[in-house]
């Protein structure tokens, strides 16, 4: 099979020729890539990121300044950074206290600029090889970026009303792009990841009771949106604990989930048992057995994911491998995937 196929199969509960695999890397070395070969050989599914930001004509430097670049994002923010820093520092959001939300007009989701990262030749090679899916935001985080996350979260606990109007208009924005994305890129087969981090280690962000009066309705707008579009599959990424969510968000349409996170409680056996026609994709623990190992109890957890895989419905992966993981410890995971994981020849 080649990686697409593979991928699909599981996704479709089919058993693939091997377990197939979804991980990134925050710093693949020289030293790995001579060990394992190079980064997008170790993954069966790829994702492609839209430019999903609401204010992309506002986006622009204002100033350097005493060690610190002063900018406007695409989210409407003013935000400082130091030059070699990964995160930002937000100063102000761009719908404030007072703000009516009806008044908040959003850049096209047509622009073509939104959609040229890559090329259409690119494109069509990457999903000749691989699973390719499109990837946007959810209406927590993104709506947590233009309102800002401390007052959106007084919002969903003080004004709920107020809340799901805000995360209902950044959810349709975010849909088009989705929409557009599914289109574009031709991806009706695969389909769209939502990305929307809701939990902590012990729990989500707010209630189950806040969740679906405020941001329930946005979920079912986007999925049933993608899947009006053509996505076969629609998943949603969501690190912490949201087990308290889940009914509602199947019941909303998602078809898989990642990234599993165990330090957050989230056991695939436990998830799969309680929902077995739910796509599961992660589940390799990288904060703990990953870093800590020993290599046994690495070889261990693969086997029991790959046991559950065994008949489709589960991409193996440990969403993100940081630098924290020694390249031994991931050896043993890679080298359980490819001999344990060989269902042709097992």
Request: charged fraction near 30%; hydrophobic fraction near 40%.
């Amino acid at each position: 099979m080649t990686s697409r196929k593979r991928t699909l199969a599981a996704c479709a509960f089919l058993r693939p020729d091997r377990i197939p695999r979804f991980d990134n890397f925050q710093d693949y070395t020289k030293e790995w890539e001579a060990r394992f070969g190079p980064a997008e050989s170790l993954s069966d599914l790829e994702i492609i990121v839209p430019d999903e930001t609401p204010f992309l004509s506002r986006a622009r430097r204002i100033r350097e300044e005493a060690g610190w670049i002063y900018e406007v994002d695409g989210w409407g923010r003013t935000v400082r950074r130091r030059p070699d820093a990964f995160f930002v520092e937000v100063l102000q959001a761009p719908i404030p206290v007072g703000a009516d939300p009806d008044s908040v007009r959003f850049d096209s989701p047509g622009l073509d600029v939104r959609y040229a990262a890559k090329s259409r030749e690119e494109i069509e090679r990457i999903k000749r090889q691989r699973a390719l899916f499109a990837k946007t935001g959810g209406p927590f985080l993104r709506t947590s970026f233009v309102r800002g996350e401390t007052q959106f979260l007084l919002d969903i606990a003080g004004d709920p009303p107020l809340a799901a109007a805000l995360a209902g208009k950044v959810a349709d924005q975010l849909a088009a792009v989705g929409v557009e994305a599914v289109r574009r890129y031709g991806l009706q087969e695969t389909g769209v990841w939502i990305y929307d981090d809701m939990g902590y280690n012990d729990g989500p962000m707010f209630s189950p009771k806040s969740f679906e009066r405020v941001l329930l309705p946005a979920f079912r707008r986007m999925i049933a949106a993608y899947k009006r579009a053509g996505a076969r599959y629609v998943f949603l990424h969501s690190d912490g604990d949201i087990r308290p969510l889940l009914d509602m968000l199947v019941d909303a349409g998602i078809d898989g989930l990642n990234p599993l996170e165990r330090r957050a409680n989230m056991d695939p056996s436990e998830i799969r048992k309680r929902y077995p026609r739910l796509i599961l994709a992660g589940g390799m623990d990288n904060s703990d057995a990953l870093i800590r190992g020993p290599t046994e109890r690495i070889r261990a957890q693969t086997r029991e994911l790959i046991d559950l895989g065994r008949d489709g419905g589960l991409v193996i992966g440990a969403h993100s491998i940081s630098p924290e993981v020694p390249i031994e410890h991931f050896a043993a995971y890679h080298d359980t995937c490819l001999k344990y994981g060989d269902f042709a020849t097992r």
